[in-house]
Structure formats: structure tokens, C-alpha cells
């Protein structure tokens, strides 16, 4: 079954903004090609395009050579076109065999769907990831019940379960572990041999290296560049995706002069935090540390985050300047000068269809009296926009014209705002461009220079290695290593993350 | 950690509360009224709660699909005019029958003009249905300004004392209703239907008709209120433009006692079925026990608010426990 | 199209002044004399006042999302106007005894809502829907059939009255202006309006920014139903009289009000001058086709298809196909 889709100058606007000016794609048989490009470039429209979601605005659409026209995601579907969605398509009250099977449910000869046939189908699908998820995930399980790595797998499935020709990966591998992503390439090969065709949308340039064959990169709504991957090294895809040269050095913090400031008082001190994925754990943070927090995804990174800053309850003894706390609503973690960029920007950070000024103004709105003093609010927004180089259309702008880093900058922008002691950063840098990613670096560096603490979760491993003094690995609720100094190593990091017992205490 | 939760239990038998203050009132109904299984006792009532039951399924179906629909009373009237003016007091069987259809086919057009401003044009329900309530009460005024006209008391007879092998005329219906709902239930339609309700954006980039399965809802639930229109009028014989006004607001209380979530894509069918059931059998309790009329308005809506508010109460519980 | 949008509220009043120019050529209208156009024009907004303030509270609930609607602002201003009219008992000095019941009553009614739908997770349309019930038996309760009261002249002076006989302003009017400056300081320039919206919008993000979801839903239910008191307090100082029907008629027409306004359904977005064309939009249309002595059934039906017509300009979700 061989196959080949072309994209050709493809157009596409959302009423003034262009997305895409001049997209190209190809893609054939047996390949991966990776789609590149920094945030806003037009990566997810062009995936839309391929898949029928959206309508093009101009350029051709080759499918085997020949023109065609998406009416709708039905129809790329039946031309054996699957998508794997970076916001996730699944009905979260509804099973897992439920979602997988939506619309090509097996039929009994009375119009009923055949349920026992569909788990069996599903239970053979689940097989694909097997040890990869917790052994409850069964097909009749509900996705509500599911955590975001076993729903993005579930997404995975759906799509595969068409035995689709052409396979678009949509930023699939960013709330997977490194098991899951592992687990996922072998099988990226294997359709690899039976002939699929795989597009692989991705901002992590160590994946892309590992399993593209091919590259296309995107800037700005148009392709400026194609070719075999092995052809060209990570830099200069790096600098394509960038127009200017900006290769960005990680900073750590005090450049190996000043290592964390050993010296500094103690700031915050947590002693045997638990709750329902954190199984106790200890830890002390000093003013102007910057602290990693490593592992897999969901091994309790996001609850020690939210338990600290009193939006989830928990049982042990949180200090801050050696004073016992309890907070019970993130009001009193903000009181006491914390701030949370949470894991969601979307769900969890931004108020989309209200302005940047809201959105910035949101946690200190008290500060500005009653009637609100909205001259002062407007200039103070404008310096913390101005020191964030946020690119916006203006103050008043909807969040949701911005693109993902500049949304990402109006979630830390709203805490600079309130000037905290402490940043609680849940993977501030996924799905960020690397522009943005590299002035987030500067950012922490800067911050952590000027006594602040931060407790600074990420995805990436490469992230905590080069930006952080001292990082702890979370596995299963517990902190399973503590990487400082010549311990810090990424095959360490690895090690602890997977459980694998031998980085220790340095 | 365990994830059969009371989600997953409230999704898998989302009528079991209902079915709980069913029973509770049941008792409490058969001590005020010890007759009320005898044979006659149980068909009066039956026949009483069926328009609401009927209207309770169709309004039922548009909610698990994740709209509302204000328009069902509305509908009801339109047919009970459509009834007492068309084929009258001395109408024939004939008549009726042919008018019985019309009045299926004003239903399904009614709930086509909610479907078509709701699926295609993307309007907001609870705002479009309360816009076309008022067209159609205002129809239904318009075919019969002052509540008069009638269908024959022979036909009508038919509806009120028919009990095939004893039962109550209205158990067979609802045996119908539930069969062909199970059905559904089991289809991919069914799944259409609360993917829809549960996720409209996912089902879409699925592949899910999304639109035509909307559009679909509303015209089942105006289907459905027709049906409850011809019961009401066969039930009280005459016509009354105002009839169905206030049997909106208790369809969409039957359905949400009935388990079936406004939210959309959570419940069934069955659920609110039982729920319109219970309502009618809170009247019939307040009407037996004698409380001062002047209060009796005050002390079912009581039981109503506490009825809806007991799953929340039990949750708040539970989540205190834990 | 960018050019051409315009803001709801504009298209509102844009629409009204149209609708309003339209109808002095109606054999009954004001013709070409233009103290009679002034005259009926400042009437028409002395009684958009009513809707006018009895949306207010409506006007909040929708902004703070999550389906918020007040279905017991109509029970709520009858309920007012009744309290103040046997407090009052035609005694000028009791006037502002009546006004504090009515708000109190109303806020803790609102309150209870508030409860329900915080705590209890009941949706605000079942909730505030069984809420009306139960006011509705209290009213029942309290009128027994009809309640002796009178309004006092201070309150007719103050409400139905021009502020001088050279300034033919009604005081209504421009006490809703004041109103309407109040709603504006609330809405935009407190710290109250800017987490309402921010709850409107997206309550995770509210509560993980600092935001007390839980206390401003309570309180924006609470606000609203205190709204709705001071709403039967005004109405009662008009009329004069009350009946237990006085307050329902205004409820629909109060979402309405705010949909026409341009205020986004599902919350996050919209204003309170909006709200106040949509007042004007619909109080016109419907004084219109009084005029035009229209029948019931015509009044409804082109009432429904206005409103129909306006969401239909403005009220579309957005479409699932970009």
C-alpha cells in the first residue's frame, strides 16, 4: 500500500490573521517526515489542513498525485488519513473502547453495537502500549478516570485503530513519559515497515532526531525548508525555525561562579508532604535556589506544585521562613508572596476570551482600589509586557489572539506583576517556541539572581540539567534521587526517573 | 487507587437515584392511599402522568445530546388546539386519526425549525427554544384564543379506560418508549448521541455527525411533545391554548430527577421516565394529605428542591468522607 | 467584516430608534408632531425601567457562567412587591423599612441559590428554577387569596412621577440611570466585576490566580436576587397594587433582555448597558403591538421571532468547521 500526499502553497487565514502563506508538505510511504516549527508558525493549521478540519483558503491538496478537496475530517478519514490530536479528541464520559471505536462501533446484523467484540478489538489495541499505563485502564474503563499520559496513549490508539495510511502525530509525545515515547517509536517503525506514511509534529529536537527521516520546517506560515534529516544538524534546523541566529547557551544560574548560593537562609522547608500521589516527601529550598523537579510524567510533580500553593488539601508540615503554614486557598499561598504557573495554560492559566489587562491584573485587582485605578493598572501592565517582550496587538487584545509562548508570558507576566519570593513553575516551556523558551531561561536566572525561589518542574530533561543547581526525581509519589553537581548527568536523571535505583544522594 | 467512582456508578445506572425516591414516595403514597395499586386507582393515575412521561423521554434525549428545549410546552399546546378545533366535539374516528397525524407531523416540524436554528445556525438552545416557545403558544393561540372545542367523549374514553389484560393503557406505552429507547441506546446513534453531548468539538474531529445528530434531538423531543399532546387532550377532552405552559419546566425537573445531567451526555431515558412518574406521584401525596391548600403549592415545591438537591447532598458526604 | 461590527449594545438601540420612528406612522402613532413623539418615547423607557432593573441580577448570574441563570427573579419580585405593599400600609415612613426588606429577602434567596449551586452542584437553571416554586408557595402562603396593603405616596412621587413639572423626566428614568452608572462601577471598576468575569470565563484559572470562586458565586446569586427585590420594590410603587402573577411575566423577557444586550450566554462576556437597550428593545416591541391592538397570540409570536431574528445576528457559537 503505497501512498504519497503533497501539500502545495497552502493558504490559510482566520478572518485577518494568516496562518499559513505558503505551507508545503510531503510525504510518502515507509517515512516520518517531522513538521518544525516554533509556536505560531502555522505547524497545527497545516495538520488541520491535512486532515480535513479546516478549509483551505488556497493551494493544492495532492493525495497518490491526484487533487483533492476535504469537505471534513470524515472525508480524509476514509481517505486513510488518521490524526492524533494535540488537544485531545476523546468524550471523557464516555469508555475508552467507547472513544477508540466512535462511529465505526462493530454491529450486530440487528443494528446494535457488538460491545464484547469492541472491548476484545480494544483490549488487542491496549496490548500495543501494554506495561506502559497502570493496569486498571481497561476498555470499559471511563476516560474521565484516566490520567492525561493514558488518554494521550487512548488518542494514539483511536487514530491507529483506522489503520490509516497517512498518520499525522500532533505533538503526541508531549505528556508522555519517556517509557511511553520509547514504547511509541518502536511502533513508529514498525508502520514505518508496513508502509505508512507518518507526519511527526514535535518540539523536542532530540524526538525528531531520533525518529524523522525527513524534515519541513515552518516560520512565520511558510515552508523554508526541506530535506533529509540527515543532512542537516539540530543548530541549523534550530536557526531555520529562528530567521535570526539565536543559538541560546542555558545559563545556570550564577554561570559557576556562585553555585545556588549555599550560604542563603533556608526558605521553604516541606516535610513529609502527602497526598494522593505524593508519598511523602521532604525537601528544603533555598532564597535564590532554583530547584528542579524531574521524572516521568505523573509521578506527583503536579500535586506538590498545587499542594504547596493551598489549592489541593494534603497532610505534613510546610515552613516558609521557618514558619509553619496551611493554606487552604492559593489566596493564602499568594499572601505569603507565592505564585503558580500551572502545567495548563488553556485550562488553568489564562482567561482566553478577556483581555491581556485582565488577564495580567487578575490576581492583583485588589492592589488598585475601588473605583479600580485603571491608568495605574494599564502602565503597570505595560512594564511587565515591555520586560517580557510580549508581542501583542495591544493591552486590550483578547488572550486568544496571542500565540502559545506569548500566552505563556501573560501566565508568568500576571505574577511578576505581584513581585512573589517564590515561583511554583509546573513545565512552563511545553508546547513553547524556542525563542521564548530561551528568554524563559534568562527570565529564571534572573529571578533566582534576585533571591527568589523556585521550584521549577519540567518535561524536558536537557531543561533541568542546564538551568538547575540541584534537582530532585520524583517516582511514584516519592522522591527517588537528589542530582546535584557531578551527579547532575542526564543518564542519572534517567536512571532515577525510571526507577532505576542508583542516583543518589550527592 | 480505585476508579470505579460515583461517576463511573452515576453513568452506568444514572436512574438509580431516581429509582430510590420513586419507591420512597410509592410508600408514602400507599399509606395515604391504600387503594392505589387496585385496578382503577392505578389507571387514573397512570393515565394522568403519561403527556408528562412522553414529554419527560423527548426533552430527555435534546439534554443528553447537551441542549434544552423550552419550546415542548408549546408544542403541546399547538396540538391540543390543532385536536379541539380541528376535529371537535362531534368529530368521528376518522377525523381524529387524520388530525392525530397532523398533529405528529406540526410536532416533528416544530422541533425541525428548533433543530434548524440550533445545529445549523449554531444558536444558543435555552435562548432559541424560549424564542420559538412563544411562537408556538403564540400559534397555538392563534388557532384557539379562548380555551373551548373539544374531541368526542367516545374517543377520548378510549384513552382514559383502556386497560389491556388489566394494565393501565400508559404501562404499554411506556414499555414501548423504553424498548425503543434500549434500542437506540445500543445503536451507534445512541453513542452519536452522547459523544455529542459529552464533547461536541471531539465528536466533530471523530467524524460524528455532529449537526444531524443535534438537528435530530430536537426533532425527537418535538415528536415526543406532540405524542404528549394528544395524551393531554385525550385526557381532558377539550382545548386550552395554555395547556402545555407550564408542563416545560416540569419536563425538564423530571429528567434532572431522573439522573440525566444538564450538562449533557450523562443519563438515559429511563431515568427521567421514572422521574416524571415520582412528580406526579408527589401531587398525588400532597393532594391525600390534606394540608392546607394554601400551602400545598409551597410544600411540593419543597419536595422537588430537596428531591434535586439530595445527589448533591450525598456528594458533598462522600467527599467529605474520603 | 471587521468594518462593519458593531457592538450589541449599539445594534440594541439602533434597533429601537428604528422600530420607534417606524411606528409614528401608525394611524395611532405620534405622526409628525414631535412633543408627542418625545412623550411617548420617554414613556416607553420609564416602563423599560422595570425589565430594565429586574435584569440586572439576571445580567450577573449569566456573566458568572457555568449555565448561571435566576429562574426565581420573577417569584422573587412579586414576593418583594408584596412585602413592601402590606409594610408600607401607605405610610411614607416605612418606605425605606420596605425597601431593606425587599433587598434583604431577595439577597437571602438568592443566597439559598447560591447554596444550592455551590455546594450542592445542583445547575442554576433546576436550581433556581425549584427556588421559584418554593417562592411562589410562600407568596401563595403569605397573600391567602389577597393581602390588604397600600403603596405610599412617596413611593408614586418618587417612581411613577416626573422629577419637576418642567422637567417632564419621569424619576424612574433617572433613577435607572444612576442604576445604571452603579452597575457599570460594579461590573468594570471593582474588584467584585473583574472575578465575576474572571469566574465567567474560566474558573480554574480564577481560583489558581487568587480568585474566591466559592464566595463569588455566592455572592453574585445573592446580589441578583437582591436585585430582583428592589426590582418589586419599584414595580409595587407603580402599579400600586399587587397580584401574585405581578413578577413572572417580567422573567423571560429579563434573559431575553440580556441575550438582545449582547451579553455572552455561557458567561465571561457582557455588559449591563447592554442589558438596558435590550430592555428598551423588547419593552417597545411589546408597547407597539399593544398599540397596534394586536392580539395575544400575534404579540407572542412576533415577540419570539425578534428575538429569534436578534440571536440570530449576534448569538451564533462559533462553528465547528473553521
Known amino acids: 500500500m503505497s501512498v504519497s500526499l503533497s501539500a502545495r502553497n497552502i493558504v490559510k487565514r482566520y478572518g485577518g490573521v494568516v496562518a499559513l ?39 493544492q491538496l495532492l493525495l497518490d498525485d491526484k487533487p483533492v478537496r476535504f469537505s471534513s475530517p470524515q472525508a480524509a478519514r476514509k481517505m486513510g488519513i488518521a490524526t492524533v490530536f494535540q488537544e485531545l479528541s476523546l468524550v471523557s464520559k464516555m469508555t475508552v473502547a467507547d472513544n477508540i471505536w466512535l462511529t465505526r462501533e462493530p454491529l450486530k446484523s440487528s443494528g446494535m453495537i457488538d460491545r464484547k467484540l469492541m472491548w476484545e478489538k480494544t483490549e488487542a489495541l491496549l496490548d500495543l502500549f501494554s506495561g506502559t499505563f497502570k493496569a486498571d485502564l481497561k ?84 515552508t523554508v525548508g526541506q530535506g533529509d534529516i540527515k543532512d542537516i544538524t539540530e543548530k541549523d534546523l534550530i536557526q531555520l525555525m529562528t530567521e535570526k541566529e539565536k543559538v541560546f547557551q542555558f545559563t545556570k544560574a550564577a554561570s559557576g561562579e556562585d553555585t545556588s548560593g549555599l550560604d542563603h537562609p533556608i526558605y521553604l522547608e516541606v516535610e513529609n508532604l502527602t497526598t494522593e500521589t505524593l508519598r511523602g516527601i521532604s525537601l528544603k529550598v533555598r532564597q535564590g535556589e532554583l530547584l528542579g523537579i524531574g521524572g516521568l510524567q505523573g509521578q506527583g510533580q503536579r500535586d506538590l506544585l498545587l499542594a504547596l500553593f493551598g489549592d489541593i488539601p494534603y497532610e505534613g508540615k510546610i515552613r516558609i521562613k521557618g514558619e509553619v503554614v496551611r493554606f487552604k486557598h492559593p489566596r493564602q499561598a499568594m499572601r505569603k508572596k507565592l505564585a503558580l504557573v500551572p502545567g495548563d495554560r488553556a485550562k488553568e492559566g489564562l482567561l482566553y476570551i478577556r483581555s491581556i489587562l485582565d488577564n495580567f491584573l487578575l490576581p492583583s485587582w485588589q492592589n488598585y482600589g475601588f473605583p479600580l485605578k485603571m491608568k495605574l493598572a494599564k502602565r503597570d501592565a505595560l512594564t511587565i509586557s515591555e520586560r517580557l517582550s510580549l508581542v501583542m496587538a495591544g493591552l486590550m487584545a483578547p488572550v486568544s489572539s496571542l500565540s502559545g509562548g506569548n500566552a505563556q508570558k501573560v501566565v508568568i507576566g500576571k505574577w511578576l506583576l505581584r513581585d512573589p519570593d517564590c515561583y511554583l513553575l509546573d513545565d512552563p516551556t511545553k508546547g513553547v517556541d524556542v525563542n521564548t523558551k530561551a528568554e524563559f531561561y534568562g527570565l529564571l536566572t534572573e529571578l533566582s539572581q534576585q533571591g527568589k525561589s523556585i521550584l521549577f518542574y519540567s518535561s524536558d530533561d536537557d531543561e533541568l540539567i542546564g538551568l538547575c543547581d540541584r534537582v530532585i526525581v520524583l517516582h511514584d509519589g516519592k522522591i527517588r534521587a537528589e542530582l546535584q553537581g557531578a551527579s547532575l548527568t542526564k543518564e542519572n536523571l534517567i536512571a532515577a526517573s525510571m526507577g532505576v535505583s542508583n542516583g543518589g544522594e550527592a | 487507587m480505585k476508579r470505579f467512582s460515583w461517576d463511573e456508578m452515576m453513568n452506568r445506572y444514572p436512574a438509580f437515584f431516581a429509582i430510590i425516591l420513586l419507591v420512597v414516595a410509592l410508600i408514602i403514597n400507599f399509606i395515604l392511599q391504600p387503594n392505589m395499586f387496585a385496578r382503577d386507582t392505578l389507571n387514573s393515575n397512570m393515565r394522568v402522568f403519561l403527556p408528562m412521561i412522553l414529554l419527560a423521554a423527548g426533552q430527555a434525549i435534546v439534554i443528553l445530546g447537551g441542549g434544552i428545549d423550552i419550546s415542548v410546552g408549546g408544542i403541546v399546546s399547538i396540538v391540543n388546539t390543532i385536536l379541539a378545533t380541528q376535529v371537535g366535539l362531534n368529530g368521528s374516528p376518522e377525523k381524529m386519526w387524520t388530525f392525530v397525524l397532523v398533529s405528529l407531523g406540526a410536532g416533528i416540524l416544530a422541533g425541525a425549525i428548533n433543530g434548524f436554528f440550533i445545529a445549523f445556525l449554531r444558536l444558543q438552545p435555552i435562548i432559541t427554544t424560549y424564542a420559538t416557545s412563544f411562537l408556538y403558544v403564540g400559534f397555538a393561540l392563534f388557532i384557539l384564543p379562548n380555551p ?61 455527525p455532529v449537526t444531524w445528530v443535534l438537528f435530530s434531538t430536537y426533532v425527537v423531543s418535538g415528536f415526543m411533545a406532540a405524542l404528549a399532546g394528544i395524551a393531554i387532550t385525550m385526557l381532558s377532552g377539550s382545548g386550552n391554548a395554555e395547556i402545555g405552559v ?77 | 467584516m471587521r468594518k462593519f461590527s458593531i457592538s450589541p449594545p449599539v445594534a440594541a438601540i439602533l434597533l429601537a430608534i428604528v422600530l420607534f420612528l417606524l411606528s409614528g406612522f401608525l394611524p395611532n402613532g405620534f405622526g409628525n408632531d414631535i412633543n408627542v413623539a418625545i412623550a411617548q418615547a420617554t414613556n416607553i423607557v420609564r416602563l423599560a425601567v422595570f425589565l430594565g432593573v429586574i435584569a440586572a441580577g439576571q445580567t450577573l448570574v449569566i456573566i458568572s457562567g457555568f449555565e448561571g441563570i435566576d429562574l426565581s427573579a420573577g417569584a422573587v419580585v412579586t414576593l418583594a412587591a408584596i412585602l413592601t405593599y402590606v409594610t408600607v400600609k401607605g405610610e411614607d415612613d416605612k418606605v425605606l423599612l420596605a425597601l431593606l426588606i425587599s433587598l434583604a429577602v431577595g439577597a437571602l434567596i438568592g443566597f439559598i441559590n447560591g447554596l444550592g449551586i455551590t455546594f450542592l452542584k445542583i445547575s442554576p437553571f433546576v436550581m433556581t428554577l425549584g427556588m421559584s416554586g418554593v417562592v411562589t408557595g410562600l407568596i401563595i402562603i403569605i397573600n391567602h387569596g389577597n393581602v390588604s396593603g397600600k403603596v405610599a405616596p412617596i413611593m408614586t412621587r418618587l417612581i411613577a412621577r416626573p422629577l419637576s413639572p418642567d422637567i417632564p423626566i419621569p424619576n424612574a428614568i433617572i433613577i435607572w440611570i444612576i442604576f445604571g452608572f452603579l452597575m457599570w462601577l460594579l461590573l468594570e471598576r471593582s474588584t467584585f466585576g473583574k472575578h465575576l468575569f474572571a469566574i465567567g470565563v474560566n474558573r480554574v484559572t480564577a481560583k489558581l490566580s487568587g480568585v474566591n470562586v466559592t464566595a463569588t458565586n455566592l455572592a453574585v446569586y445573592s446580589l441578583a436576587g437582591a436585585l430582583a427585590g428592589f426590582g418589586g420594590f419599584l414595580l409595587v410603587g407603580n402599579t400600586g397594587v399587587v397580584f401574585i402573577n405581578l413578577g413572572q411575566p417580567f422573567l423571560f423577557p429579563s434573559i431575553a433582555a440580556v441575550a438582545v444586550g449582547g451579553t455572552l450566554l455561557s458567561g465571561g462576556k457582557g455588559s449591563y448597558w447592554g442589558t438596558m437597550a435590550g430592555a428598551i428593545v423588547l419593552t417597545l416591541i411589546t408597547s407597539l403591538l399593544t398599540t397596534m391592538q394586536m392580539p395575544d397570540s400575534v404579540r407572542r409570536m412576533v415577540l419570539g421571532a425578534t428575538l429569534l431574528v436578534m440571536i440570530s445576528i449576534y448569538g451564533r457559537q462559533r462553528g465547528f468547521r473553521q
Open chain 1, 139 to 222: 476498555p470499559a474503563t471511563l476516560v474521565s478516570a484516566l490520567h492525561p499520559d493514558e488518554k494521550q496513549i487512548v488518542e494514539i490508539l483511536k487514530a491507529i485503530s483506522l489503520n490509516p495510511r497517512i498518520l499525522i502525530l500532533d505533538e503526541a509525545t508531549a505528556s508522555l513519559d519517556s517509557r511511553q515515547v520509547e514504547r511509541l517509536f518502536e511502533l513508529v517503525k514498525r508502520w514505518k515497515a508496513e508502509g505508512k506514511a507518518i507526519v511527526f509534529v514535535s518540539h523536542r529536537m532530540e524526538e525528531i532526531f531520533r525518529i524523522a527521516d525527513r524534515y519541513s520546517v515552518l516560520r512565520n506560515g511558510k
Open chain 2, 246 to 322: 407550564p408542563m416545560t419546566l416540569t419536563s425538564i425537573t423530571a429528567v434532572v430527577i431522573g439522573g440525566t445531567a444538564l450538562s449533557g451526555g450523562i443519563g438515559g431515558v429511563a431515568g427521567p421516565v421514572v422521574g416524571a412518574i415520582t412528580l406526579g406521584i408527589i401531587q398525588n401525596i400532597i393532594s391525600f394529605s390534606r394540608i392546607d391548600t394554601w400551602w400545598e403549592t409551597f410544600v411540593k415545591a419543597s419536595i422537588i428542591v430537596v428531591a434535586l438537591a439530595a445527589p448533591g447532598v450525598i456528594n458533598l458526604l462522600r467527599r467529605k468522607k474520603v
Open chain 2, 148 to 208: 373551548g372545542g373539544g374531541i368526542p367523549a367516545e374517543i377520548a374514553n378510549v384513552y382514559r379506560n383502556t386497560t389491556p389484560l388489566g394494565l393501565p393503557l400508559a404501562f404499554y406505552v411506556i414499555a414501548v418508549v423504553l424498548l425503543i429507547w434500549m434500542y437506540i441506546r445500543s445503536t451507534r446513534f445512541g453513542n452519536y448521541l452522547y459523544a455529542v453531548g459529552g464533547n461536541a468539538e471531539a465528536a466533530y474531529e471523530t467524524a460524528v
Open chain 1, 21 to 59: 502563506s505558503d505551507g508545503n508538505l510531503d510525504v510518502h510511504s515507509g517515512e516520518v517526515v517531522a513538521l518544525i516549527g516554533a509556536n505560531g508558525s502555522g505547524k497545527s493549521t497545516m495538520s488541520k489542513v491535512i486532515n480535513g478540519v479546516v478549509v483551505l483558503d488556497g493551494g
